[in-house]
């Protein structure tokens, strides 16, 4: 998959380093589940037994690059792969040397066109913590709307955010 300024491929044993940077950054872990570090071996482990077979892992994980440069920038997931229903959830990361150029959108807009596309998908949701602005205005760029809110959602050390889920219709 390929945009202007963006291809999205899988994951390479040359990702290993990036990946394990991110995967680590304590700050990114308040948006996602990750509660513990992951080690340079699991995530060695995943790269090297990567199966693209969304109908069978039921979940897709691509790494965002630049083209010019094939320097990588982020990664973007489909999870809960529904396909009975033809739905799936969609998550995305992208470093933060490189937030603000509107490469979230870039790459959600791509993967949607996959999932429509190639999956035959109806429809993409995404979970988004009501104080993650930069993350909303991405999805909202991307013709998602916000379908309902989930209350204290997400435990942020002592106290609890909201949380919106988002869809956007294939």
């Given at each position: 998959?390929?945009?202007?300024?963006?291809?999205?491929?899988?994951?390479?044993?040359?990702?290993?380093?990036?990946?394990?940077?991110?995967?680590?950054d304590v700050a990114l872990w308040r948006e996602g589940l990750t509660?513990?570090?992951?080690?340079?071996?699991?995530?060695?482990?995943?790269?090297?037994?990567?199966?693209?077979?969304?109908?069978?892992?039921?979940?897709?994980?691509?790494?965002?690059?630049?083209?010019?440069?094939?320097?990588?920038?982020?990664?973007?997931?489909?999870?809960?792969?529904?396909?009975?229903?033809?739905?799936?959830?969609?998550?995305?990361l992208i470093d933060r040397d490189f937030r603000g150029s509107g490469?979230?959108?870039?790459?959600?807009?791509?993967?949607a066109g996959y999932c429509s596309e190639r999956l035959g998908l109806?429809?993409?949701?995404?979970?988004?913590?009501?104080?993650?602005?930069?993350?909303?205005?991405?999805?909202?760029?991307?013709?998602?709307?916000?379908?309902?809110?989930?209350?204290?959602?997400?435990?942020?050390?002592?106290?609890?955010?909201?949380?919106?889920?988002?869809?956007?219709?294939?």
């Amino acid at each position: 998959m390929e945009t202007e300024r963006l291809r999205l491929r899988a994951p390479e044993p040359y990702d290993i380093d990036i990946l394990f940077k991110w995967e680590n950054d304590v700050a990114l872990w308040r948006e996602g589940l990750t509660i513990a570090p992951y080690s340079r071996q699991a995530i060695e482990n995943y790269v090297m037994n990567y199966d693209p077979d969304i109908f069978a892992t039921r979940q897709l994980r691509l790494m965002i690059e630049l083209k010019d440069n094939c320097r990588q920038i982020g990664t973007i997931d489909l999870y809960d792969f529904d396909p009975i229903n033809r739905r799936t959830m969609i998550g995305y990361l992208i470093d933060r040397d490189f937030r603000g150029s509107g490469y979230a959108s870039e790459a959600i807009d791509a993967v949607a066109g996959y999932c429509s596309e190639r999956l035959g998908l109806h429809q993409l949701g995404a979970v988004v913590a009501v104080d993650n602005l930069s993350s909303r205005r991405s999805l909202e760029k991307s013709s998602f709307k916000t379908a309902g809110r989930l209350r204290s959602w997400l435990a942020r050390g002592g106290h609890y955010v909201d949380a919106l889920i988002y869809q956007r219709m294939l």
